[in-house]
């Protein structure tokens, strides 16, 4: 009898569950207008050509991206020789790495970031310490854990690898003799070593070895602006919501279709992974633990990322000051206001570029949700809204992310 009891028990439970999935997914969807327009706005099919970047004349230019392409591959561009840009962006994992912390000749301190679509954001890196995609591409290049090399390096491997393909998008290169100079040579305060080389060498040479060392980054921006995502089952899930197509709408399992109803309304995950990238490509505070030192994050570089050498305002800039840059010359820069934020990553092909946040911090995506669910209305993170979600929910969440994988 007892055996009996039970079995009635855990069947009437099970009942009541099914009977509840039932009820759910019998209005799977039936959306309002207003959560149609959202769905319809994370569509890809809006993302469109990329936005024109004032800063770099070239950034459409075939060639100099037939000519970025080869130097993104190329691990000369290294102090070691095995270092290239496709060792931190590789392209069957998303144009990331599947490390916690990048590693060049050395380790970095925050993770890889995807370079797929970053021709249509305004700021670079975790900390947006950038303002351009090509001012980005030249960073790591002098980075002393990255590719650990100068600029003046940089430019002797143009002079003698890649003269001819330089001089069909850019024109003439300076006649120097670039290969008498110390390839060490670059403007670094930290090297005592490196600046003096640099300061031997005469100022009309400084300025044509910076000058080749800039079109660099501009060729490099050229390729990586051809990197863009591709359409995912939820893509296919929002064309059939559009036109009507019932059919259409399998694309979406039930699970998934309760995360993306949750994703739009209750979780507000819409609030800042939004638009086609699934990005606002700004900077909030999510409550992540750091590694080992504090990071700022956002705060750190907020005040001075205007002075950037190779800024969008800077005079190596194809911009017109008084015109273009509006995201520089009118940027908020109260460090206060982005202490520990970090930079909305896309959600495109979330699911299949693991470790997540800044610093690789967590392994899997539930461990993502969980602790935003933790850290949801505590100090810091106003901006996360999971904390009355259930596990399921969250489960349901996880489902939905999969579903933005490229087809």
Known sequence: MARLLIVIFFTAISSVSLADNVVR?????????????????????HLGPPPVDASNKFADNKNAAKLGKKIFNDTRFSANGKVSCASCHLSDYNFTDKLSLAEGIGTTTRRSMPAVGMAYQKWFFWDGRKDSSWAQALAPLESPVEHGISRTFSTQLIYKHYRNDYLAVFGALAEINIAALSPQARPDTND????????????????????????????????????????????????ALAVGDKQGLASLTPEQTRGLRLFVTKAKCINCHNGPLLSNGEFHHVGIHDKGETDRGRGAVIETVALDEFGCLSR????????????????????????GAFKTPSLRNVSIRSPYMHAGQFATLSEVLFNYRAVSGKLLTDEVFHNDLSDEELGELESFLNALTSH
């Open 316 to 339: 190596w800039s194809d911009a017109n000051p008084n015109k273009d840059c509006a995201h520089v010359r009118y940027l908020d820069t109260r460090a206060e206001k982005y202490e």
């Open 192 to 239: 005592e070593v490196a600046m003096k080389q640099w300061q031997a060498i005469s100022h009309n040479g400084r300025e044509q070895i910076t000058r080749v060392f800039v079109n660099t980054g501009k060729a490099l921006a050229a390729f990586v602006r051809t990197i863009k995502p591709a359409a995912s089952a939820f893509d296919d899930y929002a064309r």
């Open 25 to 45: 997914d019998a209005a799977l969807d039936k959306w309002s207008e207003s959560e149609r327009a959202l769905i319809d706005s994370m569509l890809i099919d």
